[in-house]
């Protein structure tokens, strides 16, 4: 089946992001896992990344692992003017009433950057109102879920969420034109299961590393997982010119022994 999603890798520091970075993936995110589950990059430093790859490449940061509503919404209001095309917020409190202030505040707002809310699938409160309360968040402006996990203990999305669970979720929010992103510690092994989704984008970082903490990032795994989102051009030889081989060969032979 077609792989129609597009590719997000998160990058700690901008040394780690490739200069082909167009050619390999379509999201170049800035997320520092270092400093938290959606851990947020310096203002500077990103102004850095957008002055390089704006041109190039869409560019999401995140604003980090913030527990406070008035604090998230400062974040948001400094990060919006930073000219990025996605940016990422979570929720990590259990208190839904908490979550509804926040969402209706956001949604009085007129945002450049496109809002991405992440998902906590770990955090059930959060996700059962979400999955039963989705034109709430379509009515203030929020069209952009990613699906994640808070805790990184090993587990992934799949230890979370059947197969189904994530299929139903998907096929509602299309319905109501929100689009779906799947991220939690995937590696290549869950793209080909999660492809028939169709999810509109998947994030990767622990995929791409050297091994399993998450600091180091391996240039080899990066195109390795691409190969998985982008169709390599391979040069073949058309009919005509396998046709034309073998009949130059014997020209150039016959000519090679006349002479």
């Known amino acids: ?41 310096k203002k500077e430093r990103i102004r850095e990344v ?8 869409k560019l999401s940061a995140t604003v980090g692992d913030i527990d406070c509503n008035k604090e998230i919404i400062k974040k948001i209001n400094s990060f919006d003017e930073l000219n990025l095309d996605y940016l990422k917020f979570g929720f990590i409190s259990p208190k839904v009433s908490q979550l509804q202030e926040l969402i209706k ?25 979400v999955k039963n309360h989705m034109e709430f968040f379509s009515q203030n402006n929020l069209n952009f879920f990613i699906l994640d996990t808070f805790n990184k203990n090993g587990q992934d999305l799949l230890s979370f969420c059947s197969k189904n669970c994530l299929k139903d ?5 299309r319905e109501k034109n929100i689009q779906v992103g799947l991220a939690g510690r995937l590696n290549k092994n869950h793209i080909k299961f999660l492809v028939p989704l169709n999810p509109y984008v998947m994030g990767f970082r ?14 080899e795994k990066i195109l390795e997982l ?9 040069k073949q030889l058309t009919k005509l010119e396998r046709d034309r081989r073998p009949l130059y060969k014997t020209l150039s032979l016959k000519n090679h022994v006349s002479k």
Request: aromatic share 10%.
């Open 169 to 173: 979720f998907i096929e509602k929010c």
């Open 206 to 219: 622990s995929a791409v590393c050297k091994d399993s903490n998450r600091d180091a990032l391996c240039k």
């Open 50 to 57: 957008v002055k390089k790859l704006k041109k190039k490449i």
């Open 226 to 234: 691409s190969n998985y989102f982008f169709q390599r051009e391979v």
């Open 1 to 41: 089946m077609k792989n129609n999603a597009k590719l997000l890798i998160s990058f700690k520091n901008i040394n780690e992001i490739p200069n082909d970075v167009s050619k390999t993936l379509n999201i170049c995110d800035l997320k520092d896992p270092r400093s938290g589950t959606i851990g947020a990059w």
């Open 105 to 129: 505040s956001l949604g009085g707002k007129n945002y450049k950057t496109i809002m991405v809310f992440v998902i906590f699938v770990d955090i059930p409160n959060v996700f059962d109102f």
